[in-house]
Every structure is written in C-alpha cells, then in structure tokens.
C-alpha cells in the first residue's frame, strides 16, 4: 500500500448505546416522507414523492452541542429517525430490506432554511443549507437486535420544555424498508451506510441558548444545546 501523500482522514463515527463506536461510510435524508410536514412547506404530498439528499458523514455529532453555523439567521430543527446499515447492496427487495439494519437513533437534521430556500428558488443543490458542519446531531444508536424494527411510535421535539414537533413514525410515506430499497436500486448501498428519515410537520427556527429534546418511542431520546 503507498503512502498517502497528506495523513489519511479519520473515518467518522457515531457512538453506540453499549460503549460501541459505528464507523460511517455515508449519510442519504430523505425529503418530505411526512405528509404534514410536506404541506407546511408549500408542497402538495399527493402530487410529490419523497426525494433523497445527503449530508456527510462527518457532520453527524454526538457531542450534544449544535454550534449555530455562520451565514444562517433562520436554522431550523428536524427531528428524524436514523436507520444504520450494516449491510447492503443493490437491488435489495422490499422483503429482505430490513436484514441490512444494524440499529436506530434519534437524530436532527438541522437546516439553514433561508439558505435552503434560495437554493430551491434558484434550482440548485441544497448542500449549503443541509450538509454543513455538525448538522446532524445524533443520540447513541440503538441494535435492532435489541429494540426490532420500530414502524409506528410517538416522533416529537421540544425546545425549552415547549412542544413544537409532533408526529408517529407511522405517518411515514416511504417507510424504512421502502427506502432501502428504493435507494439500493439508485447506489450500492454498503455497511455504515445512515439514512435520515425525514421529519414530522412543526420545524421552526432556533437561538443560541436553546435546549432541543427530541423523543422517538422505542428508539430513545436526545438533548442538545444550541451553543
Ligand atoms: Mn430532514
């Protein structure tokens, strides 16, 4: 093997539950997957399927800190369901899909939405509003082996005590088995492969100083400072 000409990045990783670390290779979110949320946006969820994007695989973070990035004056939180893969492939059918998952966790994927929304005008990538650094805070995983395959079940957040969003995992419209598949038919997907679910309908803005408290029955919770 040569050697590199700078050192080598580290791989990122995310921690888990039982003191155990879960090596990321990439991270696809999907879009608009709750109806609600999709009609709070301006979009009409009859007419429109849910799409994916990315963020990286360094900007999930489980440090409990969400530093307010620059360049933003309207960050909103999005509380999703994390799915981690353990394996993968192309072309997996729908029966099979949920075989290839390692575990879940609660996530957030923050989003500068004033630049987001310039990019959708201008009909371009959505990178600078969703992949920026640490926009993916996230709880330790959780094995399936441990809690199943959770397809229905309470998804909110609050900030400071206060309900803002609200909504079960069975109001999904892609739900995680069509979304494996559907993405393995598009990527090969491999093991450390995370997907972001998509969020329930009530993303609003935050300051510094808030206190986020996402909840997903049977999957756990996660508390972090904006800072
Ligand atoms: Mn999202």
């Not at 005590?161 to 598949?181: C, F, H, S, T, Y």
């Not at 969020?199 to 999957?219: K, L």
């Amino acid at each position: 093997m040569p050697d590199h000409v700078i050192p080598a990045p580290q791989v990122p990783s995310i921690p888990t539950r039982d003191g155990g670390t879960f090596p990321v290779r990439r991270v696809y979110c999907v879009g608009r997957n709750f109806a609600a949320h999709a009609v709070e946006m301006g979009h009409d969820p009859d007419r429109e399927d849910p799409f994916f994007f990315q963020k990286n695989p360094d900007n999930l973070d489980a440090s409990g800190d969400f530093p307010y990035p620059p360049n933003s004056s309207d960050v909103h939180h999005e509380v999703e369901l994390l799915v981690a893969l353990k394996s993968g492939g192309s072309n997996i059918a729908l029966e099979n899909a949920l075989d290839h998952v390692w575990g879940y966790a609660v996530s957030l994927d923050m989003t500068r939405r004033d630049l987001q929304g310039q990019m959708k005008k201008a009909g371009r990538p959505w990178e600078i509003g969703k992949a920026f650094e640490r926009s993916g805070p996230v709880a330790p995983l959780v094995p399936a082996a441990d809690i199943g395959h959770p397809d229905q079940g309470r998804i909110a957040l609050n900030v400071n005590g206060e309900p803002r969003q609200e909504g079960d995992l069975n109001q999904m419209i892609w739900k995680v088995p069509e979304m494996i598949a559907y993405l393995s038919e598009y990527f090969t997907l491999a093991p450390g492969d995370v997907i972001m679910s998509g969020t329930p309908a009530g993303v609003a803005a935050v300051v510094r100083g808030d206190v986020m408290e996402a909840t997903i029955e049977g999957v756990g919770s996660l508390r972090v400072k904006v800072t």
